[in-house]
């Protein structure tokens, strides 16, 4: 699909786009001797050129200019899951008579061409061809220092015989934007108006006697309305250009260029040439459209009208990373508009949002197939889009689809939607759960590992995470018997978070004999800092039998020796000293009076942590006193002074203590903290 092109050729080798033309009032300009001279182009051999086939389906003035962008081949070449889409011409060149707009990147990597539409103006012809054109870089003007307080906001610049204009971004110092000339003398004359307010100037170019600007939101995220402005220098006069005051085909100006005495405008909707002598537009809007699964683009005489059907189909096949195109939007023309407008809508949501809106929309029988695939697929993201959208839909041919999936997946795959089955009480689903927490693999899977989480979890934690997020009782039993495992916190805190009391007292009584459980399971019943939320056993530590049996587990903790506690399956020093210092923190909060002088008299302990220790003293005496220092590991002579000057607070005010507190125990906290210049 490639065309030789020749300036002054009679058209033989030049597809002709018909004489469409616009007109709109100029102004008309003198001719000026600053028009841009012609970039260079560096055009394929004339003997890889092949005339250009024109098929039936664009004889009436649309073609095609990238011919199957999306095509499966070139999905998995990129290592794109979704459909890519090419963007359209975006930048311009032009050789002498003859101007291109062109891509921004090759389409073909092997010999760096671009499919690009090109305008010869002597045969007001429009045609297709490819190119091995490159942008030059524009080089700017240099900006003298007396700008300077404009150079964080310059953008594009263009020079004429007597000065030079630089186009100005929108920043949050400068509600107005526009563009800075300076002169040969370095006389700044700033041009700022509210046409560019919350614009950026994107292109310059100068055609005769004016200046024409374009402008942009794509920096902002979203779409232009200012357009194109044109500023005519012998009267100052400016005039402004939008789609629906012209035939402009769109308002974000990517590109303007001098084509002799005429404009060539290249916008994210499609290319145009205006020649401002006469007011004659040459226009071609941009479009793409469905053939065959793929997405074509298209540049068509008529400006395209826009259709939420199309535009959804197309957000969806990248969603889903599903390239059946023509399907999806078969599947999307039966459904009901309204859920599809939230997916082309562009207002700068947010990416929660966005995602609502999609499940929204695919929450109809109709893409049931597109759902089967993605529910299956290795993207994580994929995988949750279609489960949310599979339990919106309310017809039995859903759940058909769930549960299909249920019986083939991995359990990681497949705990995602389970669990939002299994908290609307499917019974499949939770059957599923308990046979999965049965399965003796699942339950030896205690590896943690990415499972496209925030955090490394193992296949067993997911699974009691996705148990205690349906929260229903009836996995407790099965939980109590996992307590041995090596990692056995995530039970301890499923049982917690899904038990009644009776399944406490009974943990409790499982916890008694198995010393290296303590550390974890104290954990879950104190809170590190004052302004932690409530642990998640606080609730039950209100419960008498479980109090005094956590009271007299934290005891122990703290009087076995080292070697004992090796022998009871605490080996570590690490874990031997986490043990030691959530029993200090357990008798601190659940320990009462009695726990006072038990922790007075540890207090010239080398073992123990001397921070959380002092610090648990003043929580219990609700009193702000004796000595401080800032280290857990204590000297022994500040060892022996805390634990002399607590002795005798004790026994002085033994007889009338009553516990102190909890603002009492915060307020003496947080004073001997500020004493001691520690958190």
């Known amino acids: ?42 055009r394929t051999s004339t003997e890889s050129m092949r005339p250009l086939r024109v098929r039936p389906s664009c004889s009436s003035g649309t073609f095609a200019l990238c011919v199957l962008l999306s095509s499966l081949t070139a999905s998995r070449a990129s290592g794109q899951a979704a459909v890519p889409i090419a963007a359209a011409p975006r930048y311009i060149t032009t050789s002498h008579d003859t101007v291109f707009f062109f891509p921004a990147t090759p389409d073909e990597s092997a010999d760096r061409t671009r499919r690009t539409l090109g305008y ?47 186009g100005l971004a929108t920043t949050k110092g400068r509600a107005k934007g526009g563009v800075l000339y300076v002169d040969a003398s370095g006389r700044i004359v700033p041009m700022l108006r509210d046409q560019f307010a919350e614009h950026d100037v994107s292109a310059l170019a100068l055609v005769g006697s004016a200046l024409w600007v374009g402008t942009s939101r794509a920096a902002a995220g979203d779409h232009g309305t200012t357009g194109l402005v044109s500023f005519k220098r012998s009267d100052s006069t400016w005039t402004q250009f939008t789609s629906r005051s012209s035939p402009l085909p769109g308002n974000d100006i990517l590109d303007l260029s001098a084509l002799g005495e005429q404009l060539a405008i290249a916008t994210d909707s499609g290319a145009a040439v205006l020649d401002p002598r006469t007011g004659l537009w040459q226009v071609r809007f941009f479009d793409q459209v469905v053939r065959n699964d793929s997405l074509v683009w298209m540049a068509s005489m008529a400006r395209p009208k826009l259709d939420s059907v199309v535009l959804a189909a197309r957000r969806l096949s990248s969603l889903l990373g599903d390239l059946r195109l023509s399907s999806l939007t078969a599947a999307a023309e039966s459904v009901n508009r309204d859920s599809l407008l939230g997916l082309v809508r562009v207002d700068g949501s947010s990416a929660p949002d ?118 229903d009782e009836s996995f407790v039993t099965q939980l109590l018997t996992l307590i041995d495992i090596p990692s056995s ?45 409530a642990p998640p056993a606080a ?3 209100e419960d008498l039998a479980i109090r005094r049996a956590l ?3 934290a005891r122990v903790a703290l009087t076995r020796n080292d070697s004992a506690l090796v022998a009871d399956g605490v080996a570590s020093d690490s874990a ?43 929580q219990l005496a609700g009193v702000d006193g004796g000595p401080v220092f800032k280290r857990s590991d204590a000297t022994p002579d500040q060892r022996v002074a805390v634990k002399r000057y607590w002795t005798k607070w004790w026994e002085t005010n033994k007889a009338a203590f009553t516990p102190a507190t909890r603002v009492a125990s915060e307020t003496a906290l947080n004073a001997w903290r500020q004493r001691a210049g520690v958190r």
């Open 354 to 471: 966005a995602r609502r809106r999609a499940t929204i929309a695919l929450s109809d029988v109709a893409f049931l197939p597109f759902l089967r695939r993605a529910i299956a697929d290795d993207d994580p993201a994929k995988r949750q889009l279609a489960s949310d959208a599979l339990i919106r839909i309310k017809d039995s041919k859903a759940r058909d689809v769930i549960h299909a999936f249920m019986d083939t997946a991995a359990v990681d795959r497949a705990l995602g939607v389970v669990g939002q089955l299994a908290a609307q009480h499917d019974s499949l689903a939770m059957r599923w759960l308990h046979a999965k927490l049965a399965d003796p693999r699942v339950r030896a899977d205690t590896v943690p590992r990415a499972m496209g989480g925030a955090a490394a979890m193992s296949r067993l934690d997911t699974l009691i995470s996705t148990i205690v997020h349906v929260g």
């Open 551 to 553: 009271v007299t587990f």
């Open 1 to 42: 699909m490639e065309v030789a092109v020749h300036p002054g050729s009679n058209g033989a080798n030049v597809r002709p786009g018909g004489t469409d033309e616009h007109r709109q009032e100029i102004v008309p300009s003198k001719k000026s001797h600053l028009s841009r001279g012609p970039p260079k182009v560096r």
């Open 576 to 618: 031997r000293a986490s043990l030691r210092t959530n029993a200090i923190l357990v008798l601190a909060e659940w320990g009462g009076a009695p726990a006072l002088p038990f922790l007075i008299d540890q207090m010239d302990r080398a073992e123990l942590d001397a921070l959380v220790l002092v610090q648990s003293v003043v």
């Open 120 to 166: 010869a103006s002597a045969t007001r012809s429009w045609f297709e061809t490819r190119l091995r054109a490159e942008r030059p870089e524009q080089a700017r003007a240099p900006l003298p220092e007396s700008a300077s307080a404009y150079g964080a906001s310059i953008t594009v610049s263009t020079t004429d015989g007597d000065g030079s204009w630089f």
């Open 489 to 533: 916190r995530r039970v301890l805190l499923g049982v917690m978070q899904l038990g009644p009391v009776a399944y406490q007292r009974q943990l409790s009584t499982l916890i008694g004999p198995r010393i290296r459980l303590w550390a974890p399971y104290f954990a879950l019943f104190v809170v590190r800092d004052s302004g932690d939320a």
């Open 539 to 541: 609730a039950f530590g």
